[in-house]
């Protein structure tokens, strides 16, 4: 009994801190979104920038925001009415969060022009506007998809279209991030077009990049005379596994031993000290690898 109880409390703790991490995620797009996209009237693809152009054609009558809630719940039942109650719970929680924390923020926080413009209309800076414009939301998507999860918007679509047709999902979405991206144009001129095409450029980039980042992990090949203190440091101390394997030196001929480990970043500067310390002639590969299955790392789906 006490020992579930445990394992439903450490369920919880885990619940818990991915949906704070879903949260922290959701708000910096949001910020993004609201204080720097649509006040610029940048459109960078996806349903906020939908809703950019929307509320362009709609002014006075219905706001971006506004457009982003309706939009967004349009799609969320669509996706429970095609794949029922199997429906990703954390993309709906995003979206709704999302939508809903940006209907608020038109109505708590008016934004009638740009952030940089608000003390002097002559001193806005579109591009350092575009620069938090792009990256908040790209900071948070990665850490959205690096928890398996998404803003949902087009990307049910996405799911939508995977289910039921043959198409290429990736190109399908570029295409339409790219076609309202070019309504810009025709919206607001060509100045806030290309400054649109360049945050859609930037946006694809930033993703890949932060994503990468987090789940960076190096991964160590230590080929050593001493494996035991090596090895007891790193499943003692830094209370991680490892694999030994054994091998032949090609010029000596003398028994060596490889250990093979993967650490984060900051267990990695602990872990190469360490060696170094405890044996000198070792000879250690670290590579960079950018996701780790398994225990003590990413879960086993």
């Given at each position: 009994m006490k020992r579930?109880?445990?394992?439903?409390?450490t369920q919880w703790r885990k619940r818990l801190k991915?949906?704070?991490?879903?949260?922290?995620?959701t708000l910096l797009m949001v910020v993004g979104i609201y204080f720097f996209k649509f006040p610029n009237h940048f459109s960078t693809g996806?349903?906020?920038?939908l809703a950019v152009i929307l509320g362009h054609y709609f002014e006075g009558v219905v706001t971006p925001g506004t457009f982003v809630l309706v939009i967004n719940s349009l799609l969320l039942l669509l996706g429970f009415a095609v794949f029922g109650k199997g429906f990703g719970g954390k993309t709906a929680y995003v979206s709704l969060l999302m939508s809903g924390a940006t209907w608020v923020l038109e109505r708590v926080i008016p934004m009638p022009v740009p952030?940089?413009?608000?003390?002097?209309p002559v001193a806005?800076?579109?591009?350092?506007?575009?620069i938090f414009?792009?990256?908040?939301?790209?900071?948070g998507s990665a850490i959205l998809f690096n928890l398996e999860a998404s803003s949902g918007g087009t990307d049910i679509v996405a799911m939508v279209l995977?289910?039921?047709t043959s198409l290429d999902i990736g190109k399908a979405l570029l295409c339409s991030d790219l076609i309202i991206t070019l309504m810009a144009f025709v919206a607001f001129g060509p100045a806030t077009g290309l400054y649109s095409i360049l945050g859609l450029v930037v946006k694809s980039l930033l993703v890949d990049m932060v994503l990468e980042n987090i789940n960076t992990h190096k991964y160590f090949h230590i080929i050593t005379t001493k494996p035991q203190e090596i090895e007891r440091y790193i499943t003692q101390t830094l209370k991680r596994g490892a694999t030994e394997l054994h091998g032949e030196g090609v010029y000596t001929h003398e028994d060596r031993t490889v250990v093979m480990t993967v650490m984060t970043r900051r267990e990695a500067v602990l872990l190469r000290r360490h060696v170094r310390s405890v044996d000198p002639q070792a000879f250690v590969l670290i590579m960079n690898t950018g996701e780790i299955v398994g225990k003590g790392f990413r879960g086993v789906n």
């Open positions: 579930c109880l445990t394992t439903n409390s991915e949906y704070a991490w879903l949260t922290i995620a996806g349903v906020s920038g952030m940089t413009a608000l003390a002097d806005a800076q579109p591009f350092v506007e575009l414009a792009v990256s908040l939301p790209a900071v995977r289910k039921y």
